[in-house]
């Protein structure tokens, strides 16, 4: 694909509820294989922006293409039949098992083998092997949060739009998300990561800063840092 060629691209975003106005003008592209990390306060209006691309909020203004198509009117199932998927740990069924939580979301999308796909995410997730006969209710929060990531990702995502995944884990937890998530880049795809913990700058590509429900500064890693007031306001350094 060319550079320009954007596999999601959000231009003018507004959003809120009610009478209450949370984004403003929000602009964020990704490209096919990008790792674009949103940074933001509490309230900074980043839950908002996810739930708006993937279609659980409606845009009120602004436009959403996907994959070259204008997605902003479309049903969030619809979007994510064509390749968007958004990791929640509300989407695992405490009740099923590990297996029976991927092969679900594996059918979600009409995945032709969900069992084979089950065993293929098995070798990026081993805690899952061991315990897949186990209810997902049994698992640590950490592993949870593993299973989530998983059966967001048994669809075969083209792109895989994540809330805060550190929310609730150990840093010991952090650092495995981290090394599944640059595993995943490794394997082509696309992740755009909402996220308050700048240790995730690690896996990302490129970065936006979200303040006050308006994109604050837009570019690489390098270029975040080389700007002094965000520097200081992310990193605590002067
Ligand atoms: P957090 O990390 O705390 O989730 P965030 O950056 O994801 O923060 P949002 O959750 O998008 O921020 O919240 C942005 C603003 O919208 C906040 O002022 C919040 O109180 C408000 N808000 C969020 N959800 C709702 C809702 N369902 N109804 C009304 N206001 C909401």
């Known amino acids: 694909m060319p550079p320009d060629n954007f596999l999601m691209q959000a231009s003018g975003v507004n959003a809120g509820y009610g009478t209450m106005r949370v984004l403003w003008g929000v602009d964020l592209d990704i490209r096919p294989g990008e790792t674009v990390l949103l940074l ?78 089950a065993e293929e995410l098995y070798g990026i997730f081993p805690v899952l092997r061991d315990k897949r006969r186990a209810p997902a209710s049994s698992l640590s929060g950490g592993q949870r949060k593993m299973l989530g990531i998983a059966k967001a990702l048994a669809a075969e995502p083209k792109l895989l739009v994540m809330d805060e995944p550190s929310a609730g884990l150990s840093p010991l937890f952090v650092k495995e998300v981290l090394r599944v998530l640059s595993d995943l880049q490794k394997r082509g795809l696309s992740l755009l990561i909402a996220e308050q913990n700048i240790g995730f700058l690690e896996v990302a590509t490129r970065v936006s800063v979200l303040e006050g429900g308006r994109i604050r500064f837009s570019g690489t890693v390098a270029e975040m840092t080389d700007n002094e007031a965000l520097r200081r306001a992310y990193f605590g350094l002067k």
Do not use: C, W
């Open 40 to 117: 933001g306060a509490n309230g900074a209006g980043k839950t908002t922006f996810l739930k708006t691309l993937v279609g659980l909020i409606e845009a009120r203004e602004g436009a959403i293409t996907l994959a070259g198509q204008d997605v902003t009117k479309m049903r969030s199932s619809d979007r994510m039949k064509l390749g968007m998927t958004y990791m929640s740990e509300l989407a695992v069924f405490p009740d099923l098992s590990i297996e029976e939580n991927l092969r679900v979301g594996a059918q979600a999308l009409g995945h032709a083998n969900p069992g084979a796909r």
